[in-house]
């Protein structure tokens, strides 16, 4: 087989790069000089074919030092070049071959090309755009390649020490967060139908129909608190069941609600005041603006966003962020008192109690009975139930932000007024949706997306 039709181009680089980018985690870091340029050596770009048997090696010899007060804005930058041609190689590699060589690298080598070309000549094209849909810079980048999942994405995975090393220590360390520790669940509602033909928000109050979907929410919400009591009959074929068992088909351990947040828009307040009604003893928060509607970020399929969209995507899409980072994370371990009033958080790494605690109180101390209705009120305390009243943008961003998956998916997703998006975050840090959309607690009348009523749109 000819080498010409089997080549491929791969890309090394001399130096360790580092840039960010705005929409995603770090990316490689560039070690820079004095005049801020990075320090490296132009990419080596290689052209090897699959059977080994003729490699042709292509390199910038150039040696000589580049002055950055000296550069030819009207002429070509050769960072920006040197990034640009690693970029088209890695592109042309991965298009080329079955390497399971990622894109992402082509795109970071395209990102940095662009931020130095903007950096030295302001008046240069502004961004690198991803296949002619958006802006390079605003793609979110993951910090592993999908599907690869990070076990550390909230920051919070217990550090081990230096005596933690050994293998049983850290499966019992890990065995007690998994028993022990508190799995949070996030309830995520979508506001009622709203009117839509007004601009200001105080005046896009919800309809009646809206105030009936919010009616139903909150008492399917306030199901939640309630104690399911099983029809089992003590007197009727109990000679099966233990004593222990009896109770237990009669008693579930509640749902333990903390807290009621909303965003900041007329709609979602509204909605949340009616859900608060059925929820007297849940503490109820003040609005939070991070939770506004937006747009969360640029979304496949798509046509060539405008330059108003890109503006938007820069505005909304780090407050979005903020709100994802504030609201969801896997809870500290529970604070036990030792009998002489030290606390520990049940595991012997020290570490594990260094982990930052957030905005989240949890302390859940030792029973000092083991019987079974004790049992079961420690079961409800190692599970924290929160409900945030916001909007179908947010809501579809979080779940994808939480499950990991390319943001860029979101508008896949479609909530209907006063649905139930419901996620899970254990305490090692694994993520599930258990609800996704759920308006099983509406009538198919009261079922809306926005103005379209019912499924038929």
Same mark, same amino acid.
């Given at each position: 087989?000819?080498?010409?039709?089997?080549?491929?181009?791969?890309?090394?680089?001399?130096?360790?790069?580092?840039?960010?980018?705005?929409?995603?985690?770090?990316?490689?870091?560039?070690?820079?000089?004095?005049?801020?340029?990075?320090?490296?050596?132009?990419?080596?770009?290689?052209?090897?074919?699959?059977?080994?048997?003729?490699?042709?090696?292509?390199?910038?010899?150039?040696?000589?030092?580049?002055?950055?007060?000296?550069?030819?804005?009207?002429?070509?930058?050769?960072?920006?070049?040197?990034? =640009?041609?690693? =970029?088209?190689?890695?592109?042309?590699?991965?298009?080329?071959?079955?390497?399971?060589?990622?894109?992402?690298?082509?795109?970071?080598?395209?990102?940095?090309?662009?931020?130095?070309?903007?950096?030295?000549?302001?008046?240069?094209?502004?961004?690198?755009?991803?296949?002619?849909?958006?802006?390079?810079?605003?793609? +979110?980048?993951?910090?592993?390649?999908?599907?690869? @999942?990070?076990?550390? @994405?909230?920051?919070?995975?217990?550090? @081990?020490?230096?005596?933690?090393?050994?293998?049983?220590?850290?499966?019992?360390?890990?065995?007690?967060?998994?028993?022990?520790?508190?799995?949070?669940?996030?309830?995520?509602?979508?506001?009622?139908?709203?009117?839509?033909?007004?601009?200001?928000?105080?005046?896009?109050?919800?309809?009646?129909?809206?105030?009936?979907?919010? %009616?139903?929410?909150?008492?399917?919400? =306030?199901?939640?608190?309630?104690?399911?009591?099983?029809?089992?009959?003590?007197?009727?074929?109990?000679?099966?069941?233990?004593?222990?068992?009896?109770?237990?088909?009669?008693?579930?351990?509640?749902?333990?609600?903390?807290?009621?947040?909303?965003?900041?828009?007329?709609?979602?307040?509204?909605? =949340?005041?009616?859900?608060?009604?059925?929820?007297?003893?849940?503490?109820?928060?003040?609005?939070?603006?991070?939770?506004?509607?937006?747009?969360?970020?640029?979304?496949?399929?798509?046509?060539?966003?405008?330059?108003?969209?890109?503006?938007?995507?820069?505005?909304?899409?780090?407050?979005?962020?903020?709100?994802?980072?504030?609201?969801?994370?896997?809870?500290?371990?529970?604070?036990?008192?030792?009998?002489?009033?030290?606390?520990?958080?049940?595991?012997?790494?020290?570490?594990?109690?260094?982990?930052?605690?957030?905005?989240?109180?949890?302390?859940?101390?030792?029973?000092?009975?083991?019987?079974?209705?004790?049992?079961?009120?420690?079961?409800?305390?190692?599970?924290?139930?929160?409900?945030?009243?916001?909007?179908?943008?947010?809501?579809?961003?979080?779940?994808?932000?939480?499950?990991?998956?390319?943001?860029?998916? +979101?508008?896949?997703?479609?909530?209907?007024?006063?649905?139930?998006?419901?996620?899970?975050?254990?305490?090692?840090?694994?993520?599930?949706?258990?609800?996704?959309?759920?308006?099983?607690?509406?009538?198919? %009348?009261?079922?809306?997306?926005?103005?379209?009523?019912?499924?038929? @749109?």
């Amino acid at each position: 087989m000819a080498a010409a039709a089997m080549a491929a181009a791969t890309v090394t680089v001399a130096a360790a790069l580092t840039t960010t980018t705005p929409l995603g985690g770090p990316v490689e870091r560039v070690q820079c000089d004095q005049g801020g340029l990075p320090k490296l050596d132009p990419p080596d770009v290689v052209l090897e074919d699959d059977d080994d048997e003729t490699t042709t090696t292509t390199k910038n010899k150039a040696t000589t030092t580049m002055d950055p007060t000296k550069h030819d804005h009207n002429n070509h930058n050769p960072i920006a070049e040197r990034y =640009a041609a690693a =970029a088209a190689a890695q592109k042309a590699y991965h298009q080329t071959s079955s390497s399971s060589h990622s894109m992402p690298i082509a795109e970071r080598y395209a990102a940095v090309a662009a931020a130095q070309r903007r950096r030295l000549d302001p008046s240069s094209p502004t961004d690198e755009w991803y296949h002619d849909l958006f802006p390079l810079r605003q793609k +979110w980048q993951p910090k592993l390649d999908y599907p690869l @999942w990070d076990s550390n @994405w909230d920051g919070l995975k217990p550090q @081990w020490t230096a005596s933690d090393t050994n293998d049983d220590t850290k499966r019992r360390i890990l065995r007690d967060i998994r028993k022990k520790g508190v799995t949070r669940h996030i309830v995520l509602v979508r506001h009622g139908q709203y009117d839509e033909t007004h601009a200001e928000d105080h005046l896009r109050t919800l309809t009646p129909l809206g105030r009936r979907q919010a %009616e139903l929410t909150g008492q399917r919400l =306030a199901s939640l608190l309630q104690q399911p009591v099983s029809n089992y009959d003590d007197d009727d074929n109990n000679s099966d069941y233990s004593d222990k068992k009896q109770r237990r088909l009669r008693r579930r351990p509640l749902c333990r609600i903390t807290k009621l947040r909303v965003s900041n828009m007329t709609r979602a307040i509204e909605t =949340a005041d009616i859900i608060a009604k059925y929820l007297p003893l849940v503490p109820y928060e003040e609005p939070d603006p991070l939770l506004n509607e937006g747009r969360p970020c640029h979304h496949i399929p798509g046509s060539k966003v405008s330059d108003k969209v890109v503006q938007q995507t820069d505005e909304h899409h780090p407050r979005i962020e903020k709100a994802f980072q504030k609201y969801f994370y896997r809870a500290p371990m529970p604070i036990k008192t030792s009998r002489d009033g030290s606390s520990n958080s049940g595991s012997s790494s020290s570490s594990l109690n260094d982990q930052p605690v957030k905005d989240h109180a949890t302390t859940r101390m030792e029973k000092s009975n083991n019987n079974d209705d004790d049992d079961d009120d420690d079961e409800s305390q190692r599970h924290e139930f929160e409900i945030i009243v916001c909007h179908a943008n947010v809501i579809r961003y979080f779940l994808c932000r939480a499950l990991q998956l390319p943001p860029e998916v +979101w508008l896949r997703y479609c909530p209907f007024n006063c649905s139930l998006t419901y996620i899970t975050i254990r305490p090692t840090g694994n993520v599930s949706c258990r609800l996704m959309g759920d308006i099983g607690h509406l009538p198919y %009348e009261a079922s809306t997306f926005s103005q379209h009523e019912g499924f038929v @749109w």
